[in-house]
């Protein structure tokens, strides 16, 4: 009886672990008398599911933190499990199994401009390997509908609106199903309207498919979407409510 209750306690456990945990991490540009600290002892818990606005000043190292939270750069000092996973001295394979379980919006977009819109977006699909050819096509068109651009599948980045390549970087950033969806200013460069409508979307469908957003940025009209905000000064980690 007491290893079946300490077995059920183990797996209650298991279930609400946070899927982004962050103890203690430090990280540095640079090496020898040139090493620059850029995070400064940073300790954080992100919840499956929860919406995570980050703020603070330019240079504070909001950016830093997404990518290596994102598996784009090399964890130095400390413990961060994403997707429970220990990515601090992680070999490549677990750092493509959690990248393939994260989706990226970026503040640029990052669309290639050979590429129309559908195009795009099945990129995303290539680090699936296991998913058809035909079923990515589809999954990419389907996707497109969903962000309301059905009819711009064939278009290219130059014939789209700001509002519009943000949209086909969702779509492409969501077309997986990802756990995490890390987003870096993504309304930085829209305008009012199309910054709302392009949070709004992102925050209807991550919660269609329950999966959980860091969003950075300096935009104070989206920051009612969050179900918490932390905030960033100089390398640490200042408030988190």
């Not at 830093?64 to 090399?74: F, V």
């Not at 910054?195 to 935009?219: F, N, P, S, W, Y």
Request: glycine share 8%; hydrophobic share 40%.
């Amino acid at each position: 009886m007491i290893q079946l209750s300490s077995s059920r306690s183990f797996s209650k456990a298991l279930e609400v672990s946070p899927l982004i945990a962050i103890r203690d991490l430090n990280h540095f540009f640079g090496q020898g008398r040139l090493q620059k600290p850029v995070l400064f002892d940073i300790n954080l818990d992100i919840q499956a599911g929860e919406i995570v606005i980050m703020t603070g000043p330019s240079g504070s190292g909001k950016t830093t933190l997404l990518s290596l939270i994102g598996g784009l750069r090399a964890c130095q000092t400390g413990s961060l499990r994403v997707i429970n996973q220990q990515l601090c001295g992680a070999t490549r394979s677990p750092l493509v199994q959690v990248r393939q379980q994260i989706g990226y919006i970026f503040q640029a977009h990052n669309l290639l401009a050979s590429l129309t819109a559908q195009e795009n977006v099945e990129m995303s699909l290539e680090l699936h390997p296991k998913i058809p050819w035909r079923d990515r096509k589809q999954k990419a068109r389907q996707m497109l509908e969903t962000v309301g651009l059905g009819n711009r599948i064939a278009y290219y980045p130059n014939n789209l609106s700001g509002g519009q390549k943000q949209r086909v970087a969702i779509a492409r950033a969501l077309v997986t199903n990802p756990k995490i969806v890390l987003a870096d200013e993504p309304t930085a460069a829209l305008d009012k309207k199309s910054g709302r409508d392009v949070v709004e979307l992102m925050q209807r469908l991550a919660k269609e498919q329950a999966c959980t957003i860091l969003l950075v940025t300096h935009d104070n009209r989206i920051l009612d979407i969050a179900d918490r905000i932390i905030e960033m000064e100089d390398g640490r980690l200042i408030q988190n409510n």
